[in-house]
């Protein structure tokens, strides 16, 4: 090596954006949708974790409201037939459907219970799929992304040895820009991997568990009704 090789190469920017601006245009391409998938990325999970902590609390504030002893008609008067939290609009699809199977004479028409369990999974689909929506993307992310990057450093690392054979030049200042502007490829995909699959995991995890609270809320106001209907 050259005594004039090291301070060539000392001189070669490594910033971000001159890696960025330096590199051919697929990789430029590949590191643009990296970028554009990290941030949608972590969109979905500021979302996601602001629309769960929020859920969590409507669901505190109703159960006790509803375990407080106050008449469910008087409840459900209250919170109106549109509630806005997922708690309450399982609660008032199950009364909906309780006052319609009341006959005018105060009978119940024949399966009440099955409609009522029917009229509050729907609800709780209808919650789930909002609560779910947005991770299939991070799951994605989460497994493409690496590979997305990987093909970048693939084709920066083929364009840098195409300029070496053009220099019949191996010295490290001009190998050392291409395989730096390959390598970042690469970087940005696991940037944007590992976010998406950790906050996967961690996103399905509490919507499991809150769906779950959904679902045994569900069952107790099924029984309560069941009792009554029993009666």
Avoid: C
Wanted: charged share 20%; net charge negative.
């Amino acid at each position: 090596m050259g005594t004039d090789v090291l301070p060539a190469a000392a001189e070669i920017d490594f910033s971000f954006l001159a890696l960025f601006l330096r590199a051919t245009v697929t990789v430029k391409l590949v590191m643009i949708l990296l970028i554009i998938a990290s941030f949608w990325s972590w969109a979905i999970i500021i979302t996601k974790l602001i629309a769960y902590r929020r859920a969590r609390g409507e669901s505190g504030v109703f159960d006790r409201a509803f375990w407080s002893g106050e008449p469910l008609d008087e409840l459900f008067d209250t919170i109106g037939p549109e509630p806005s939290g997922a708690s309450q609009k399982i609660f008032a699809s199950g009364m909906l459907e309780w006052r319609r199977s009341h006959k005018q004479d105060g009978g119940l028409i024949a399966g009440a219970q099955a409609r009522i369990d029917r009229s509050m999974d729907v609800a709780i689909a209808k919650e789930a799929e909002g609560l779910n929506r947005g991770l299939p993307f991070l799951a994605t992310v989460g497994s493409t992304a690496p590979f997305v990057g990987l093909f970048g450093t693939v084709w920066g690392i083929k364009h840098a040895f195409e300029q070496i054979a053009i220099s019949q030049n191996t010295n490290l200042a001009v190998v050392a820009p291409g395989i730096a502007e390959a390598l970042l490829a690469t970087g940005l995909g696991l940037l944007a991997a590992i976010p998406a699959v950790v906050f996967y995991n961690k996103l399905s995890s509490d919507s499991d568990h809150i769906v779950g609270g959904y679902e045994a809320f569900a069952d107790e106001f099924a029984t309560i009704l069941s009792r009554q209907l029993d009666a």
